[in-house]
């Protein structure tokens, strides 16, 4: 099961137990939602929570019409291996640090 609060989607199993969590930043004057860090803990690691979580994350951004900005290493290696998601890439025109690439 899947929950969001103020800055952070979560997912627990029916034991009550967090298997994964992503930390976001709304970035409003950007439209956009930075993915600041993707984190699951070791005894649910390599069961796809990562991913899954990630994509309940993207999919929440975008029905919110929001462009995302890639910070966490996951979330930035998501998106350089699917390539069928660069759409939801805020316009990297206008980073913070223009030496950074996805």
Known sequence: MFKQNNDE??????????TA???Y????????LSIDQ?????????Q??????????LDWADSQNLKIIPICPYARQVFQTEPHLTNLLADQSTKENPNDSI
């Open 48 to 57: 796809g929570h990562a991913r899954q979580i990630l994509q309940v994350a």
């Open 38 to 46: 993707v984190f699951v803990p070791p005894a649910f690691r390599n």
């Open 9 to 18: 989607f979560y997912q627990q199993n029916t034991q009550g137990q967090i």
């Open 21 to 23: 969590t992503l930390h």
């Open 25 to 32: 930043t709304l970035i409003p004057e950007r439209q956009a």
